[in-house]
């Protein structure tokens, strides 16, 4: 029987293997770790790849986010808008900055945030919005903009997941005031460990991430601020520059995936991912909705086929999130969704004979 892992870093690893030893072994014979010319080389190629001024490399996405609320000036008891339908990390990063998660109900066919219900969410406490591009599928950034321009609210973009995707032909990221972007190992352009970054278009703002992100110092040893140690190192910096000239191609080759999937399932009783004329979904997932997941995902693992779900449990009823008081059945489509949803494998190693493996398994269920 076949046996098609959900996710495979090996193997983009041996493809370039080569490359990637270099670069890193240029790193250990330059033997400068830190905030080196790496990371400011990166930080430049991936603003310009983004369509920004500025990038501050950061130690993982959930500090990007983290601290851009801060450098936003997100105090404690500020309230931040922003979606159940997502990662941890996304609310963790509120948290952190002593902030209060507002959660604003998805669209059932996007699921991302449904910008026309922002406004009655908005309150005297409310200071930002933070949009998340989830599984690689952009926002309607026209909405949230007009909310946040019409309350003078802060826009700090989750593009976790969306490195390469594109709104009304503009990369996701430049929309707000700051732009998140996390280089977990399987991202689409991810790194080998922990790392991210924030890109903008205010210098102002980037000076106070750079400052942020190692001990609020000017200089070594000269704190003029309270800032934390965040840093992308020169290992990852190195790694990350060369796959940042793959990641269009990846991107492509996702997509062309996502294409065959979608067009096989058609008819089928697999609700396939909704993709909108004005937006360039990068597939960092392929997130489809069944009725019988559980029936489905036992099937599938069965004859050989890694699946996930992202997610199983929306923020809002996670136990560690408990005291912000928001009871099962407040956001019921959030709630449904998060019964449905699998993720099916998609990456650019993908062989066409797993592909149409995966289709073809998939397409026998639903006869």
């Given amino acids: 029987m076949i046996s098609i892992p959900f996710g ?7 493809k370039y293997k080569k490359e ?45 986010i983290h601290l851009a609320l801060l450098a936003c000036g997100i105090e404690s008891g500020d309230e931040v808008i922003t979606v159940s339908n997502t990662a941890v990390p996304t609310v963790s990063a ?36 933070i949009p ?23 826009v700090v973009e989750d593009c976790a997941q969306a490195h390469g995707a594109e709104y009304k032909g503009r990369k996701v990221g430049t929309f707000g005031d700051a732009g998140c972007f996390s280089f977990y190992p399987s991202k689409n352009l991810g790194a080998y460990g922990d790392g991210g970054m924030v890109i903008t278009n205010d210098a102002e703002l980037d000076h106070k991430l750079k400052l942020l992100r190692n ?4 200089k070594r040893y000269f704190s003029i601020v309270k800032g934390f140690n965040s840093r992308l190192d020169e290992i990852q910096a190195a790694i990350l520059r060369f796959k940042l000239k793959k990641l269009d191609f990846w991107n492509e080759l996702r997509i062309k995936i996502a294409k065959k999937y979608s067009d096989s399932f058609s008819g089928s009783g697999i609700i396939c991912p909704k993709l909108n004329d004005d937006s360039k979904h990068v597939f960092h997932l392929y997130v489809a909705r069944v009725k019988d997941r559980d029936c489905f995902i036992n099937y599938l693992e069965k004859n ?41 494998p998609i990456y650019p190693e993908l062989e066409e004979s797993e592909i149409g493996y995966i289709i073809s398994k998939i397409k026998e269920y639903f006869v």
């Fill in 8 to 14: 495979n870093l090996h193997r983009q690893y041996q």
């Fill in 20 to 64: 990637i030893d270099d670069v890193i072994q240029d790193v250990l014979d330059n033997g400068h770790f830190i905030l080196g010319e790496n990371v400011k080389k990166f930080e430049e190629e991936f603003a310009e790849y983004c369509g920004a001024k500025f990038g501050t490399g950061v130690g993982s996405g959930t500090e990007a």
């Fill in 94 to 129: 509120i948290t952190a900055a002593n902030a209060a998660p507002v959660f604003i109900e998805i669209d059932e066919f996007s699921y991302n945030i449904n910008p026309d219900l922002i406004e009655e969410r908005i309150s005297e406490k409310t200071r930002a919005i």
């Fill in 132 to 154: 998340v591009h989830l599984y690689g599928n952009p926002c309607n950034m026209n909405g949230i903009s007009k909310m946040a321009k019409k309350y003078s609210l802060k």
């Fill in 215 to 218: 001990y609020g110092q000017e």
């Fill in 304 to 344: 050989g086929i890694g699946v996930f779900i992202h997610y199983p449990i929306p923020v809002h009823l996670q136990q560690a999130y408990k005291e912000l008081n928001v009871k099962e059945g407040s956001l019921p489509v959030t709630e449904k969704v998060s019964k449905e949803i699998v993720s099916i």
